[in-house]
Structures are given as C-alpha cells and as structure tokens.
C-alpha cells in the first residue's frame, strides 16, 4: 500500500484563466499527473462549503483523482490567471480562501504514515494554519519516503524562515529559474553560478535531489554523483499553467517505476512540453506517453 500511495499537500483551487475556468493549485496538479501514471495520487487541501467547492469536487471524482478535501467556513479560493504574448501566466491570488485552512484530522495522519512521497510548497504555507498542517504532516511521513519541495513562491507569500525551515524538512527541492534569483538574494548567495548554488543546497541541506528547471532554455538535476541536463523541446505553446507541476509529477512517477536520473528526467521534460501545447495545468495524458513510463 505505501508503495502507491503519492500525495499533493497544500492548495487547491480554480484557475481564472481567459478561456474559462481550470482546476488548479500545485498539489493538485502534481497529484494528478502521479495518478496518470498508475499511483494513487492523492490531493489533500480544503474548500468551502460553496458552489465553486461543489465543482472541485465534481471535478476530481471526473478525473478519477483520490482526494481527502474537507470543507471549511472559508469560500474556496481562485486565482485570476493572465497569459501574456509569450504563453507565461500572471497569477492574481485572493487571501482568506479555504485552503489556508487546512485541518489535520486522523485521516490526514493516517495518509502521512502510509505514503512513499509528498509533494508541498511554500504558497499552502503564508497562513499559520496551513503551515502547521503541513509540518506535522511531514513529520509523520516514512524516513524513505520522498519529501519534495516544488517551492512555487508567488507575489509575496513567502519569507526566508519558511522556505528555510522547508529546506530543512524536504529531501528534493524543485525550483525554477526565477524562484533561484530570490533565493540567491534570500540567502546570500549573489555572486554563486546557478551550478554552485544548486550543489550547495543539495550539500548543505543533506538532500537526495535538486532540480532546476529554465523554461525554454533546459533543465538540470543535481544528485552526490549526477548532474543531468536537457535542452527544452520546442513545441507550439498554448500557455505554460501547470508546466512545472507536471514535470515535478512524471519525474517522481519515473523514479518509482525504476527508471534512472537520466531516464526519468528526458520523460519529465517530454511531459511538461506535452503539457504546455494543451490548455490548463491537468490535460489527460495519450497512452503514447503514459506507455513510456512502464
């Protein structure tokens, strides 16, 4: 049962995007894209006791995704998504939602105990209540168990202490080129080549894994022994919402399948340019793809 069991902690909303409404939020997205893969992804967040709540949970039941949701006194939350020329999002974040009210409750405990992987970042975090759901969750998560931090700062909804305490507790960090510039201010590490800064986390941080991905530019891996870097394919983006959370997602999936660093990093990077061709963070995967991960 552990074996199977990959959970996305944090939050779960609608995506305004132009062209309607998508579910969204980087736990879930992440949960998901491991669920394609035959894991039993699990999305463990709040909503509210609304319509909008109602079709999250309409949703994921039609996309066949597990989810320990619970209902909160707070509106269930949305982000107002902008593309601009280039395919990128612009995300507009409202406060006060459900899911910076995330409870822990036995049945949250009991997924923590029975999971090979957990996926969190540091949006879920900006409210104390949420933040200490999350900590004891990881707390409770097996000592083999994959505790990967897809660090996802937006606006300002972060701080030093936080990121610094998440590094603390993960074994893989997930960040991209941006979030490395404010990490590189965060922490002094100006002056640093992203190749040194990477290598430092990982050392300094005891962790398995760091990865780094650079939008169209590539993507790195930094392992004790591996460095793995691919060039990004060039496909005809649509827009790039969920771009991340999909190579985070195949790339565990990858690894547990048993495919190598290398392995699994060429199938994350196929995924996510698969992912931005489409619209939204959750399109549903052609067996072509899905096959390459057996």
Not at 30 to 35: G, L, P, T
Not at 126 to 134: K, L
Request: charged share 20%; glycine share 8%.
């Amino acid at each position: 049962m552990m074996k199977n069991i990959i959970i996305g902690l944090g939050e779960i909303l609608w995506d305004m995007l132009p062209s309607g409404k998508k579910l969204g939020g980087a736990p879930a997205n992440f949960a998901y894209i491991v669920s394609q893969f035959g894991f039993d992804g699990y999305a463990v967040s709040a909503i509210g006791n609304d319509l909008l709540g109602k079709e999250i949970l309409d949703n994921l039941k039609e996309k066949k995704l597990n989810f320990l949701i619970e209902k909160v006194g707070f509106p269930t939350g949305t982000v107002a998504v902008t593309i601009d020329e280039t395919g990128n999002p612009q995300y507009e974040i409202c406060k006060g939602v459900a899911w910076d009210n995330i409870p822990f409750t036995s049945q949250t405990e009991m997924l923590a105990k029975i999971c090979c992987a957990v996926c969190f970042g540091s949006l879920a975090q900006r409210s104390e209540f949420s933040r200490n759901t999350i900590l004891k969750f990881l707390e409770l998560v097996p000592e083999k168990a994959l505790k990967i931090f897809d660090i996802n700062l937006r606006q300002l909804f972060y701080s030093k202490e936080i990121i610094e305490k998440s590094l603390k507790i993960c074994n893989v960090l997930k960040m991209n080129d941006e979030e490395m510039v404010i990490i590189s201010n965060l922490f002094e590490y100006q002056g640093l080549s992203e190749d040194a800064i990477c290598k430092k986390i990982l050392n300094d941080y005891q962790m398995k894994m760091v990865v780094l991905t650079k939008g169209e530019t590539g993507s790195y891996i930094f392992t004790d022994d591996i460095v793995s870097y691919i060039e990004t394919p060039k496909v005809s983006v649509v827009d790039t919402v969920g771009a991340g959370d999909s190579f985070t997602g195949s790339l565990v999936a990858a690894l547990f399948n048993g495919k190598t660093i290398q392995e699994a990093h060429r199938l994350a990077v196929e995924i996510s340019a698969y992912v931005c061709t489409q619209q939204g963070a959750t399109p549903e995967f052609p067996p072509k793809l899905t096959e390459l991960f057996k």
